[in-house]
């Protein structure tokens, strides 16, 4: 009978540290780990996000292009911004074609009164950016885009 008590009290100890333990590793979490990884992703953010790296398109007309990911909020949409440094377009007409995994997508974009404040257009028919298994390759679902004279 006492080999089944102190059995019974071992396994309640045990579950106690356990418990203790898991929650001393969560705050430890918290205190140390979580500030490095929101500072870490806020400088991430900044490099990376719609406006941070403009290219220029041609004389004056910059862009600057973000694909969505598996790490984006929904709703996931390509995203493109236009700005013009020089001089104010009126009408702004393309096509955005992205290839990739053998395959290509096109967007159709128009812009109006482009100026040196960055006009957003969203275009919901290009994919996710995303890696996909093909023929024992890996290849993403976006290699490559192009801006098409419309």
């Given at each position: 009978m006492s080999m089944h008590v102190?059995?019974?009290?071992?396994?309640?100890?045990?579950?106690?540290?356990?418990?203790?333990s898991s929650w001393l590793v969560d705050k430890l979490t918290r205190w140390f780990?979580?500030?490095?990884?929101?500072?870490?992703?806020?400088?991430?953010?900044?490099?990376?996000?719609?406006?941070?790296?403009w290219s220029e398109l041609w004389d004056g007309v910059e862009y600057d292009v973000s694909f969505p990911h598996f790490g984006y909020p929904e709703p996931?949409?390509?995203?493109?911004?236009?700005?013009?440094?020089?001089?104010?377009?009126?009408?702004?007409e393309m096509i955005l074609e992205v290839r990739?995994?053998?395959?290509?997508?096109q967007e159709p974009i128009q812009v109006c009164n482009l100026?040196?404040?960055?006009?957003?257009?969203?275009?919901?028919?290009?994919?996710?950016?995303?890696?996909?298994?093909?023929?024992g390759n890996l290849r993403f679902s976006i290699e490559e885009y192009?801006?098409?004279?419309?």
């Open positions: 102190s059995f019974g009290v071992l396994r309640w100890v045990l579950s106690i540290l356990k418990k203790t780990i979580l500030p490095t990884y929101r500072h870490s992703h806020l400088t991430w953010m900044k490099r990376t996000q719609l406006g941070s790296s996931r949409a390509c995203r493109v911004a236009f700005r013009s440094l020089k001089k104010e377009v009126s009408r702004l990739g995994a053998g395959l290509r997508y100026n040196k404040h960055a006009v957003i257009v969203t275009l919901p028919g290009i994919p996710e950016l995303e890696p996909k298994l093909s023929k192009e801006f098409l004279a419309r």
